[in-house]
Each structure stands twice: as structure tokens, then as C-alpha cells.
């Protein structure tokens, strides 16, 4: 291509007022698909960030400290974006910064998370309400704000949830709560999206080694919580003397679930993605007990081949 006709097409695309960064792409071949990853700067959110650069993909890495901005910034294929999911001029911000760049938005995952242990009637309302900001109100705000490009691009959104959607243990019950909301929210959303061919689904990981636990106790100390005269004081004492993010495996499978529901021409709706068959076995038993006591005691209830025969009618229509 000549200098002459650089130069002619550069004129129509300033003329036009489409952003010259993306039709330079354009001419150059496609578009690299960009993905946004919430709460990138550690744990499972840094994994994901850096399989889908690794993949050839470009990343839009939230974070919210300038370390972790600074760190994910170096990083081929990515750009650090400060997102607190908490704070709407930063998403305003990042919205802003992504549509002017030109790629579009193919992709969105919404891991941002955090966790708050204490006994439900001990709970005080302020970290009830931090539970939900993030973990609940965090997904609603990125999603509605980045909604404009993702119906552009029919793309995907994918949103990090846990076995603890389904599961709901001592001491963890607003963190739980936040989780099986998540549920909700993607079931309802996938239904509202897909009139516009876009893909919903929701990851839920079981035990993976992260830093969430490390930040929850930290949080904690800051906020000057003691298990002193609580009814569960011994309980809460063994928990935070743990040191649970030690454990687990790295969560690489889990950058594989979301990889296939952001690609993948059929992705699923949901993805249980758990290191051991254990953590499995607890949650399926979990699914089925609720379901048996949904049948339970009323003039609707099914025996068992009509159960069974529900069952095996969900099997054959996911296989399809």
C-alpha cells in the first residue's frame, strides 16, 4: 500500500470519528479479542488474566493498587486498568478507556470477590454489606456498565461464583449468601441476553490456592474484629489461626473453564471446576438433598421412577 493511500484512508477514519487505533488493527488483520478480568491482581483473577494474554488474547486487567496496576501493566498482551467494583467513576473510568481504544469487548469476567466470616446472628450489618457490594453489587455494576459493548460484540460474560453457591457451611453463611445470589443473577441474566446472542455462565470453583483467605483475615485485623465473648470464640479463634490459602492446587483449571465459556462455540451455563473428587461428591449430594426435600410432603410430589425419569431427561437434553 502506498504512502498516498495511507494517508487517504487515515483522512476518512479521522472523518468518520471511529478511533484510528482500531481501524489501524483493521488493516493490518483482525481485531485481537479483548477480555475483561475484575479483581486481576491476584489468586484465580491473576491466573485467568495471564492464560488469556498467554492464549493471544488482550486483557483489560482490573486492580485496584498501584503495585498490582504497575506489575500487570509489564505484562504482554494486557493493561492495567484501576477498577474497584465498589466505586462507579472507576468503572465509568474503565468503560471510557476501553470503548476509545478500539478493540471492542468480546469477553467479561467478573471475578472480583471477597469474604467475610462470623456467625450469622453475631454478623455485624456493615460487613454484611460489604459481602454484597462487592460479591453481588460488584458483577451488577461492571455488567450493566459494559453492557453496550458486549451486545455490540454478541460476546460472553462469565462470572466467578463457588461450590458455595450450593454449599453453605459455619461461619461462612454471608459469603455463601453472596454466592447463591450469584446463581440468580446468571440464570436471569442468560435468559435476558440471549435474545441477543450473548453467552452467560458462571464458574463455580471449589477449593483452589488463592490469597482470598490471606485478604479476608487481614481485612479483619484492620477492622479491629476479636472473637472475644462470641458464642463461637474457640471456633473462630482455630479459623483465623489458619493458614488455608497454603493450601489447595493452583487453580489453572479453573483459567481452563473460563477459557471454554469465553471461546468455546458451545460454552455451558455452569462449570463446577474442583481439585479432588471429594469436593464433587459433597456438592452434587448437596443438589440432590435439596431436591428431595423440595419433593418432599405435598400433594405434588413425585416417587422415585418419576424423579429418576426427570433426571434422565436432563442428562440426554445437556448432551445434546
Known amino acids: 500500500m502506498s504512502k498516498t493511500t495511507c494517508y487517504f484512508y487515515l483522512a476518512l477514519f479521522v472523518i468518520s ?47 485496584r493498587k498501584d503495585q498490582d496496576l504497575a506489575e500487570l501493566g509489564q505484562i504482554e498482551n494486557m493493561k492495567s486498568v484501576r477498577l474497584d467494583v465498589t466505586v462507579q467513576e472507576q468503572i465509568d473510568a474503565a468503560v471510557e478507556t476501553i470503548r476509545s481504544e478500539g478493540r471492542g469487548l468480546h469477553g467479561l469476567v467478573n471475578n472480583a470477590g471477597v469474604g467475610v466470616i462470623a456467625p450469622l446472628i453475631e454478623m455485624s450489618e456493615q460487613d454484611l454489606k460489604f459481602q454484597f457490594d462487592v460479591n ?51 440464570d436471569s441474566l442468560a435468559r435476558e441476553l440471549e435474545q441477543f446472542d450473548v453467552q452467560v455462565s458462571v464458574i463455580e470453583p471449589g477449593n483452589y490456592k488463592s490469597r482470598f483467605f490471606q485478604t479476608l483475615l487481614q481485612r479483619m485485623e484492620e477492622f479491629g474484629y476479636t472473637p472475644d465473648g462470641s458464642l463461637y470464640e474457640d471456633e473462630m479463634l482455630r479459623l483465623m489461626g489458619s493458614d488455608s490459602d497454603d493450601w489447595g492446587t493452583p487453580p489453572d483449571a479453573v483459567a481452563d473453564a473460563v477459557l471454554h465459556a469465553l471461546f468455546d462455540a458451545n460454552p455451558q451455563r455452569r462449570y463446577m471446576v474442583v481439585p479432588n473428587q471429594r469436593q464433587a461428591e459433597i456438592t452434587i449430594r448437596k443438589l440432590i438433598e435439596e431436591t428431595v426435600q423440595m419433593n418432599e410432603g405435598h400433594r405434588y410430589s413425585y416417587d422415585r421412577d418419576q424423579l429418576v425419569a426427570m433426571l434422565d431427561e436432563a442428562l440426554a437434553a445437556q448432551r445434546q
Open 17 to 63: 470519528g471511529l478511533p484510528v487505533s482500531a481501524q489501524a488493527q483493521s488493516m493490518s488483520g483482525p481485531v485481537q479479542k479483548a477480555v475483561l478480568v475484575t479483581g486481576a491482581s491476584s489468586g484465580i483473577g491473576r491466573k485467568i488474566a495471564e492464560r488469556l494474554a498467554a492464549e493471544g488474547y488482550f486483557v483489560y486487567a482490573g486492580a
Open 136 to 186: 453481588v453489587y460488584g458483577p451488577y455494576r461492571i455488567t450493566k456498565a459494559f453492557a453496550p459493548l458486549l451486545l455490540e460484540a454478541k460476546g460472553r460474560i462469565t462470572t466467578i461464583g463457588s461450590i458455595s453457591g450450593v454449599l453453605s457451611g459455619r461461619l461462612f453463611g454471608a459469603y455463601s449468601m453472596s454466592k447463591h445470589a450469584i446463581e440468580a443473577y446468571t
